[in-house]
Nanobody, 128 residues
Framework: QVQLVESGGALVQTGSSLRFSCTAA????????IAWFRQALGKEREGVAC????????YYRNSLQGRFTISRDDAKKTVYLQLDTLKPEDTGVYYC?????????????????????WGQGTQVTVSA
């Protein structure tokens, strides 16, 4: 497993942009697929974006494609999630998660059970 630390959460207005960081403590993220999930109060955790370990292919929840962008900088042991044109329904806790050597197909499925390592989460609140 790898220890992950998220940062970047904030209280923002509708239409704003944010960038989250997910940084690994002590080891490279190179062999890991990294996904971002989010959970709104009273709702189930849902996948937002995933970036593969093989060729940096990226996958997005259909409704979010075009507003969210995932990227990685393995030299910095960090994966980023850029969130643009934020809406109140984007409010929630955002988690990054890592899965070693995950096949790309499963990256696109956003199954929480495929990811063994999780960060503590970072809160985003989007006001109307």
């Amino acid at each position: 497993q790898v220890q992950l630390v998220e940062s970047g959460g904030a209280l923002v207005q509708t239409g704003s942009s944010l960038r989250f960081s997910c940084t690994a403590a002590g080891r490279s993220l190179g062999p890991y697929a990294i996904a971002w999930f989010r959970q709104a109060l009273g709702k189930e955790r849902e996948g937002v974006a995933c970036i593969s370990s093989s060729d940096d292919s990226d996958y997005y929840r259909n409704s979010l494609q075009g507003r969210f962008t995932i990227s990685r900088d393995d030299a910095k042991k960090t994966v980023y999630l850029q969130l643009d044109t934020l809406k109140p329904e984007d409010t929630g806790v955002y988690y990054c998660a890592a899965a070693r050597d995950l096949v790309d197909f499963f990256c696109s499925l956003f199954r929480p059970s495929d990811f063994a390592s999780w960060g503590q989460g970072t809160q985003v609140t989007v006001s109307a």
